[in-house]
Every structure is written in C-alpha cells, then in structure tokens.
C-alpha cells in the first residue's frame, strides 16, 4: 500500500492519515498537502473518508483514493509552481525596475554634463567644454548626435582665431 501511495506523490507532498475504529469500522481520513504552499486556498481542503470493515479498507483503499489523490496532488502542484512563477516574476521585475534607475542616472549624469559643455561653451571657455565633451563622448548612455553637433561648434570656435583656414 505505501509504495503504491508513494507512487501517487512528489516532492514536498505529505499525506495526513488518520485511522479511527469504533463499533468494528474504521474510518480513514485521507488529506494531501504541499509543504512550502503558501496559497490559502490549501487551507480549504477537505479530508477523504473512507469508511468499512478493515478488510475492505485493506482491499479498496488505494483503489478509492488514486484518483482524488492525483487530482488533489496535481492541483497542490500547479499552485506550487504557479506560486514559484510568480516570485520569479516579481524578482525580474525589481530586476528591471532597478535596471532603469541605473540607466535613467546615467542619462542624467551625461545630461548634466552635457549642459555644463554648454555653459562652458557659453562662458566662452573652449577648452574645458572640448575636454568634458570628450569625457561626455564617452558615457555609455551619451546622445552621439547631441556631443557632434557640439563638437562641431567648439571646432569652429578653436578654428576661428587662426591665421591659417584648412
């Protein structure tokens, strides 16, 4: 009987059996649980009887509880595994979110360094706005576009005071 039950269960399954005997019948209560399930709704389970002479328990038990017990078991399962989707869900999506806040900061560090570029340009010091545009240049988030149009500027403005035009 207890390897056709072990059969019947997986890991983390526990079966409860309780055997009473009154009047010469006994009285099996049967009820499958997952250990680690969190879902309430395990909670709400009803125990299978079964009820008879001990000799027709011995002979039908497992014939009467196979199937209750699949269907209980593969149930208890599904939540199991519903229940491990969804941490693993909410850790990818913390994953995620975190994700954005390092990738929103680093567009905000090259944003403000690419507004102090400006104000450098602005101040008319060229120098300093070519050297932190090359720093900016190479930020990971940095905009191409934005650091060539500067680029273009602080060129015009390192060229405009020469002799000599290429």
């Known amino acids: 009987m207890f ?5 019947l269960m997986s890991d983390n399954d526990m079966l409860t059996l309780v055997v009473t ?3 010469g019948i006994m009285s099996v209560s ?3 649980k997952k250990v680690g399930l969190k879902d309430e709704a395990k909670n709400h389970l009803s125990p ?3 009820r008879g002479t001990p000799e027709e328990i011995d002979q039908h038990f497992i014939r009467q509880v196979r199937s209750p ?3 209980t078991i593969g149930m208890l399962t599904n939540m199991a595994v519903y229940e491990k989707s969804m941490e693993e869900t909410i850790a990818k999506s913390k994953a995620a979110t975190e994700a954005k806040k390092q990738e929103d900061a680093k567009k905000k560090a090259f944003t403000e360094k690419m507004k102090k570029v400006e104000t450098l340009f602005n101040e008319k010091k060229i120098s300093e706005a070519a ?3 090359k720093q900016a240049s190479d930020m990971p988030c940095a905009d191409k576009k934005q650091c060539e149009i500067m680029k273009s500027k602080i060129d015009v403005e ?3 005071g020469t002799l000599f035009v290429d």
């Open 21 to 23: 005997k009154k009047d």
């Open 69 to 71: 017990l699949e269907k």
């Open 30 to 32: 049967v009820l499958p």
């Open 158 to 160: 390192l060229n405009s």
């Open 48 to 50: 299978m009887v079964l």
């Open 3 to 7: 390897i056709e039950i072990a059969d």
């Open 131 to 133: 050297l932190l545009l």
